[in-house]
């Protein structure tokens, strides 16, 4: 699985990020967690608002950092 | 430009008709009674403060020491109920207004009512200086005029709900009220004059050839349970954040409103003082801080002597014109028309500044 988290990397998407690779690790699931700081690739992938989590080419989430609910959702 | 609808994210819980319903009632009776308790707090603060700090503590009533206690003791709870409160109500009403729904407002918008709509959808919709430039680049790929694009990022940053709810708490709903007017007044003017100008050609050329995708849009049927779980939210994130600030903020306050000798700012940052004016903007522009810190100082100042347009222009300057976002903005503005920007936004301010010291 491969999780990408969009964000110029200001205060929410770091939370975001923390968010999700708590998730993963205590899911013990095999997945990258990746950032995505270059606006013109976010645009590409038709994100105009951050924070925002694409999974496996996937948007899930644009423009809130997500609660951990969500993120158990997604990746189970 | 076309968008992708998603039918619906799967952000919320999902929820049964009847359970919203039920739910709902019981929210409304556990919602009239928790604001119930919190105004018969919120009008005893006053009184308890005087309370504690003049019969329980033993200060005395004319002393720097006993007007800096009870300033704080009385102005830390009210303030921060206030927040709490309005953080909560707007988190709610932000809900129904996300920046993908106000880019499609704005993209079928000609300038002039554009410009109007922009700086009031700047109030209610999410937004971040970290995310100005994605959401610059979804406005451009949108086709919202360029003026148009300015007047909400100049209004969104500076006319919020927490800079309103302590120029409120600390200062009375008149200063509040000139703030937001004059604060749209800017956003709206600002961002008209910068349409005018025709600057299309100075935004970085990568902006312009970029090969965007289709816009994702999260289309998300939120019941009302999910609303006020985005006010808790809210609450939970931005109070959360701030309440340092404002607890520091108060306590400098605090500490100017009892030992800084009445008219002591008279001198520098009076009304007669014209130089003051383009002093504070130029001394805001590097000064980076939330309202929930600025105001408080704001607040002090404006008890000893410094004018209202003076104080209003500072306030401006510090939460407007931000190096960091200026820093930000510079991947898809060219240097240019940054200076415009801060140019045309300055000007703002000034008049801003000067009307209101000409006015009280």
């Known amino acids: 699985m491969k999780i990408v988290i969009c964000g110029p990397g200001c205060a929410s998407c770091e939370k975001v990020k923390k968010t999700v690779e708590q998730a993963v690790q205590d899911r013990g699931i095999d997945a990258t967690v990746e950032k995505e700081t270059d606006f013109a690739e976010m645009a590409r992938m038709g994100i105009f608002s951050t924070p925002a989590v694409v999974i496996d080419g996937e948007v899930k989430c644009v423009g809130r950092a997500p609660e951990r609910s969500e993120v158990d959702k997604w990746l189970s | ?360």
């Open chain 2, 1 to 360: 430009m076309n968008t992708i609808h998603i039918p619906r994210c799967d952000c919320s819980e999902p929820n049964s008709e009847q359970k919203d319903g039920k739910g709902l009632a019981r929210t409304l009776f556990l919602g009239s009674a928790g604001l119930a308790l919190w105004w018969i707090i919120y009008s005893r603060l006053d009184p308890a403060s005087r309370f504690l700090t003049y019969d329980l503590f033993g200060l005395s009533r004319d002393s720097h020491l006993g007007d800096t206690v009870q300033f704080f003791i009385f102005e830390v709870p009210k303030v921060m109920m206030l927040l709490t409160l309005i953080v909560f109500i707007v988190g709610i009403i932000r809900s129904f207004f996300t920046q993908e729904r106000t880019r499609r407002y704005l993209a079928g918008k000609r300038e002039s009512a554009g410009n109007v709509m922009a700086a009031l959808l700047g109030i209610v919709t999410p937004f971040c200086s970290c995310s100005a430039v994605p959401l610059f680049l979804g406005f451009v790929q949108a086709g919202v005029p360029l003026g148009v694009t300015f007047s909400f990022l100049i209004a969104a940053p500076m006319v919020n709900e927490i800079a309103l709810v302590l120029l409120y708490g600390l200062l009375g709903w008149k200063v509040a009220a000139i703030y937001l007017t004059s604060g749209l007044i800017i956003a709206m003017v600002a961002g008209w004059i910068i349409g005018r100008l025709h600057l299309d050609g100075w935004i970085e050329d990568w902006v312009r050839e970029m090969r965007a995708g289709e816009a994702v849009v999260m289309e998300e049927k939120l019941t009302w349970a999910d609303r006020i779980e985005r006010g808790r939210i809210a609450v939970r994130d931005i109070v959360g954040k701030v309440w340092i600030y404002v607890v520091a903020g108060i306590g400098v306050g605090a500490a100017i409103h009892g030992y800084v000798p009445e008219d002591f700012m008279a001198a520098i940052m009076g009304k007669d003082a014209w130089w003051s004016v383009p002093a504070a903007v130029l001394v805001g522009i590097p000064m980076y801080s939330n309202a929930a810190g600025i105001v408080p100082i704001v607040e002090a100042l404006l008890g000893k002597g410094a004018a209202l347009g003076t104080v209003l222009a500072f306030m401006m300057s510090v939460i407007a014109l931000s190096l960091p976002e200026m820093v930000i903005l510079r991947k898809v503005l060219k240097p240019k028309l940054i200076a415009v920007f801060i140019a045309v936004v300055g000007s703002g301010i000034l008049f801003t500044g000067f009307l209101f010291n000409m006015l009280f």
